[in-house]
């Protein structure tokens, strides 16, 4: 089976010996397993299947039953990095029950995608453009068109946001990138920065499902969030939204942002907060009585294949859970010393040992470099594990793409800071500027695995393969 690491063999030529390289070889073909196994395509196969009329979703946490003889015309819209994929195997599946639909992907993946009934429209991300904005408008004119006797297959997932965006009246695109931009950079996590995009936005924080109503919606989501909350997963665009218009307000207040974004972005949150404009729509609006929402995966999916490819390796595996999240650089340094405790002593587990985690870490943006959350992660474990054999840290973005980079992540050996100095090139410095790419490009241990058109967060890896005391 082909690799989804593209550059296997460069990585694996870093290794000073046969244990760093049964480290390596480890924690990356499990890195490449548990993405494969949460492609879209893969994932609607195995979780939508057709019995006469009856469409039956088999969610994580629930399973529905869809009669499709209640309806005259089934349509698939939908967006993020995985909807192509979804909307090809649900066209496989459902054939030509469908009526039609548009998705919005990834610029750039749209020729990977094979649909005859869906259109397929690129958008980019992770900041939006134009084409995400004319997307969205066509999905949403649409909806509107829509009756009782009309069924919509709305496939989400990680990128939606981005990907589908139309500002709400009073605000600009414009406005929207430069928000989203200054609360990446300061280190707002997903929550956060979703909070303030569905409150200038005409799509997210359930809109859409209004636009939709009164048809039935099905919304089969690709969790990209820790903690799998629906209202966040590209801003929740067919959910009730728990968060309000003062709750952005304080996101921006709390890091300090309130007097640099737009003056229309103050403008209409202050107003939103005073009542003046309508909130998106909340918990018990009867238009939801019409919506389901079912995760099809997740990231704890792809931990669960990893955790399964250490254990057909002889390896023992431990699983730490999908919830990781923090600054980059310290979750970095936590994982690479639960690496040098079981190097030497045995815990959590007797090597040889792969130690699975998952989530979403954040980058406090303060030097002029480069990189990614994978890659900042990866560059501080590797100052925490010098000299050490055997024992390897990887963290990889499952989407294939990590930060403003082409890499999707990065491993680092215990000779990986040392291999830095004598190049000249000080790993705590790089780590200082945020210039983990910078880094990696030059001393080795980038990880290519090119758009993946799915997105369940990031896959940590520490493979540990030798007793320290052996």
Same mark, same amino acid.
């Given at each position: 089976?082909?690799?989804?690491?593209?550059? *296997?063999?460069?990585?694996?030529?870093?290794?000073?010996?046969?244990?760093?390289?049964?480290?390596?070889?480890?924690?990356?073909?499990?890195?490449?397993?548990?993405?494969?196994?949460?492609?879209?395509?893969?994932?609607?196969?195995?979780?939508?299947?057709?019995?006469?009329?009856?469409?039956?979703?088999?969610?994580?946490?629930?399973?529905?039953?869809?009669?499709?003889?209640?309806?005259?015309?089934?349509?698939?819209?939908?967006?993020?990095?995985?909807?192509?994929?979804?909307?090809?195997?649900?066209?496989?599946?459902?054939?030509?029950?469908?009526?039609?639909?548009?998705? *919005?992907?990834?610029?750039?993946?749209?020729?990977?995608?094979?649909?005859?009934?869906?259109?397929?429209?690129?958008?980019?991300?992770?900041?939006?453009?134009?084409?995400?904005?004319?997307?969205?408008?066509? &999905?949403?004119?649409?909806? =509107?068109?829509?009756?009782?006797?009309?069924?919509?297959?709305?496939?989400?997932?990680?990128?939606?946001?981005?990907?589908?965006?139309?500002?709400?009246?009073?605000?600009?695109?414009?406005?929207i990138v430069e928000v989203t931009r200054q609360l990446l950079k300061a280190g707002a996590d997903i929550r956060e920065l979703?909070?303030?995009?569905?409150? *200038?936005?005409?799509?997210?924080?359930?809109?859409?499902?209004?636009?939709?109503?009164?048809?039935?919606?099905?919304?089969?989501?690709?969790?990209?969030?820790?903690?799998?909350?629906?209202?966040?997963?590209?801003?929740?665009?067919?959910?009730?939204?728990?968060?309000?218009?003062?709750?952005?307000?304080?996101?921006?207040?709390?890091?300090?942002?309130?007097?640099?974004?737009?003056?229309?972005?103050?403008?209409?949150?202050?107003?939103?907060?005073?009542?003046?404009?309508?909130?998106?729509?909340?918990?018990?609006?009867? *238009?939801?009585?019409?919506?389901?929402?079912? &995760?099809?995966?997740?990231?704890?999916?792809?931990?669960?294949?990893?955790?399964?490819?250490?254990?057909?390796?002889?390896?023992?595996?431990?699983?730490?859970?999908?919830? &990781?999240?923090?600054?980059?650089?310290?979750?970095? =340094?936590?994982?690479?010393?639960?690496?040098?405790?079981?190097?030497?002593?045995?815990?959590?587990?007797?090597?040889?040992?792969?130690?699975?985690?998952?989530?979403?870490?954040?980058?406090?943006? =303060?030097?002029?470099?480069?990189?990614?959350?994978?890659?900042?992660?990866?560059?501080a474990a590797s100052l925490k594990i010098k000299g050490e054999v055997g024992v390897v840290v990887c963290s990889i973005g499952?989407?294939?793409?990590?930060?403003?980079?082409?890499?999707?992540?990065?491993?680092?050996?215990?000779?990986?800071?040392?291999?830095?100095?004598l190049m000249g090139i000080d790993p705590q410095e790089a780590l200082d500027r945020n210039d983990s790419y910078g880094f990696?490009?030059?001393?080795?241990?980038?990880?290519?695995?090119?758009?993946?058109?799915?997105?369940?967060?990031?896959?940590?890896?520490?493979?540990?393969?030798?007793?320290?005391?052996?």
């Open positions: 089976m082909e690799h989804l690491i593209k550059n *296997l063999e460069e990585l694996l030529r870093l290794a000073e010996g046969s244990e760093d390289r049964e480290a390596a070889e480890l924690a990356l073909t499990a890195a490449s397993e548990a993405i494969r196994d949460v492609l879209p395509d893969k994932v609607v196969k195995r979780s939508i299947s057709l019995r006469e009329d009856k469409l039956v979703v088999r969610g994580v946490y629930e399973s529905s039953e869809i009669d499709l003889s209640r309806y005259d015309r089934i349509w698939v819209f939908g967006c993020g990095k995985a909807s192509g994929l979804m909307a090809s195997a649900l066209e496989d599946i459902l054939g030509d029950r469908i009526a039609g639909g548009l998705v *919005l992907v990834l610029e750039g993946t749209e020729d990977r995608i094979r649909t005859s009934l869906v259109e397929v429209m690129g958008a980019s991300h992770p900041l939006p453009g134009d084409k995400s904005v004319r997307g969205a408008e066509a &999905i949403v004119k649409q909806l =509107k068109r829509l009756g009782e006797r009309d069924l919509v297959l709305f496939l989400v997932s990680g990128g939606g946001s981005a990907l589908m965006t139309l500002p709400r009246e009073g605000v600009e695109l414009e406005d979703n909070a303030v995009r569905k409150h *200038l936005s005409a799509v997210k924080g359930g809109w859409l499902a209004r636009y939709a109503y009164p048809a039935t919606v099905v919304s089969m989501i690709v969790s990209d969030v820790v903690g799998d909350r629906l209202d966040t997963i590209a801003s929740g665009p067919t959910v009730p939204d728990g968060t309000t218009f003062r709750d952005a307000l304080e996101v921006l207040e709390r890091y300090r942002l309130l007097n640099k974004v737009s003056s229309r972005v103050r403008r209409m949150l202050e107003a939103g907060a005073s009542g003046a404009i309508p909130e998106t729509p909340k918990p018990g609006d009867p *238009l939801f009585r019409k919506v389901k929402n079912i &995760i099809v995966c997740n990231n704890a999916s792809a931990l669960e294949t990893a955790a399964r490819v250490a254990e057909k390796r002889g390896a023992r595996a431990v699983v730490l859970g999908s919830y &990781i999240e923090g600054e980059a650089r310290e979750v970095g =340094k936590v994982l690479a010393s639960i690496g040098r405790a079981a190097a030497h002593s045995k815990v959590p587990a007797e090597p040889p040992v792969l130690v699975v985690a998952g989530g979403e870490t954040t980058v406090t943006v =303060k030097g002029e470099g480069r990189g990614g959350r994978n890659q900042e992660l990866t560059l499952t989407d294939g793409v990590d930060g403003d980079t082409d890499a999707a992540g990065a491993i680092a050996y215990g000779n990986t800071a040392e291999r830095g100095m990696f490009s030059r001393v080795g241990g980038l990880v290519f695995t090119g758009p993946t058109l799915t997105n369940v967060n990031d896959i940590m890896l520490v493979s540990v393969v030798r007793n320290a005391f052996n």
